[in-house]
């Protein structure tokens, strides 16, 4: 894959005794993952980004000698597709697992153990959720009622809060699901969608009545995340460099998509129009629905309903001898309830969690912030948030030394809000789109979710359904 910038621009006209020509709009992880299968069935395709690089959220910063991830930090495990396209890209060598640690959840008595077994899912036994702390003894008596509760409501999409709250009661929500899956969507469990935002989850509570008493498969010795030690960023130059039958054209802004005498045509900042047989939009809902105003006013409506959140990460460097407190010493990281005053969404303790970044004579701490209807951390200037962050981890660690080095990375608007509901809205956008503008697809985090499995199986999917349309309009 050739990658040039200020490309001078090229009519994609159609020619019959070729491959279709496809564009897509976004270069990040989905748009390439994307361009790639195309690619590999003989469409002839271009990407263009309006940034000067490719990844989108897989970013990387230099920080004390060390290079830190300030987007998406590592990969699931349990999801076989990343682990798979990291193999195919040669970099399977570069893969660590994370140290087993205690992770902290913030209460107002301060730092407690996450139970172990806990997940998104809920509590798996009760033992761990007793031992930890976290809940009241009134709390703790109401999820031990979880398996003499009714079977849930089949067939209904509610939020994921609201499901687990109804078998464990709203402690267990607020004190745990909410620190946990709420930092990882950056959002409000109690409007995420059970069906979309927890697929896994929903199917659970779809086929056991009580989760507590399922069978559970025996825990894996493997780490159940990995990461690469150069940096996540690396699987999207991987990706950018090694496929073929791709053209990318970085600083590039297309600013709409139409249809024109039966083909689709992408305006093009500073360029003349071209014309193509099928598009992918990779990009962020808010982008893609000026980008289909025109062409398909009602996708564009939809579009507009999606919620994201901004984000702040900010990665600090302190002295060595911070890794002598407890909390550092014995724990991955640090999560907190939205009902906390705290603006600290999560920590992670670098230094602790990965191994290539241990040992060192600086100690790495990412702290992010910001949630879906919280914008406190983007509207701060990087001094007042830095010293903001510090301020509030010095609180929950015990440190008391200032970091000597520090970077910030802002996402305004890039963490999708997969709200009750989302599965119905992404059908109507998909409906519209079909109607208006046949051969336009869309893929990425705001349709599927923000995970890096969830964006491969976007995409993925998304490229197969471009790949039938196409021969169906093609024959």
Known sequence: MTTTHHTAPVHLGSDPGEGAKVAVIGAGVSGLVAARQLAATGSRVTVFEAADHVGGQLRGATLAGHQVDVGAESVFTAAPGPLQLLEELGLSEELVGANRATTWIWTERGLRPLPDGFTPAGPSRLGPVLRSRVLSPLGMLRAGLEPLLPAARSGQDVAVGEELARRFGSEVVDRLVDPLLGGLHAGDVR???????????????????????????????????????????????????????????????????????????????????????????????????????????????????????????????????????????????????????????????????????????????????????????????????????????????????????????????????????????????????????????????????????????????????LTTALQEIRT
Do not use: N
């Open 191 to 465: 409007t995420l969608s059970l069906q979309a935002a927890t697929p896994q989850l929903a199917a659970l509570t779809a086929k056991h009545r009580s989760l507590l008493l399922r069978r559970r498969p025996t825990p894996s010795a493997s780490p159940a995340f990995v990461t690469l030690t150069s940096g996540m960023g690396t699987m999207t130059e991987r990706l950018a460099a090694s496929t073929t039958g791709v053209e990318i054209r970085l600083e590039t802004r297309v600013s709409a998509v139409t249809r024109e005498g039966g083909r689709l045509r992408l305006s093009v900042d500073g360029q003349r129009p071209v014309d193509v047989d099928g598009v992918v939009v990779a990009t962020s809902a808010a982008v893609a629905r000026e980008l289909l105003s025109e062409g398909s006013p009602a996708a564009a409506a939809t579009l507009g309903q999606l919620r994201a959140a901004s984000v702040v990460v900010a990665a600090l460097a302190y002295p060595a001898r911070a890794a002598a407190l407890p909390t550092i010493a014995s724990g991955t990281g640090i999560l907190v309830p939205s009902t906390s005053p705290q603006l600290l969404k999560a920590a992670t303790f670098l230094s602790t969690k990965w191994p290539h970044h241990a040992h060192g004579d600086r100690v790495l701490i990412r702290a992010s912030a910001g949630r879906a209807g919280d914008d406190r951390a983007i509207e701060l200037d990087d001094g007042p948030l830095v010293e903001r962050l510090h301020r509030e981890l010095a609180e929950a660690t015990g440190l008391d030394v200032d970091p000597l080095e520090v970077t910030v990375q802002r996402w305004p608007r890039t963490m999708p809000q997969l709200e009750v509901g989302h599965h119905q809205r992404l059908a109507t956008i998909r409906s519209a789109l079909a109607r208006d503008l046949p051969g336009v697809v869309v893929a990425g985090a705001p349709y599927h979710g923000p995970g890096l499995s969830s964006c491969l199986r976007s995409a993925t999917g998304a490229a197969t359904t």
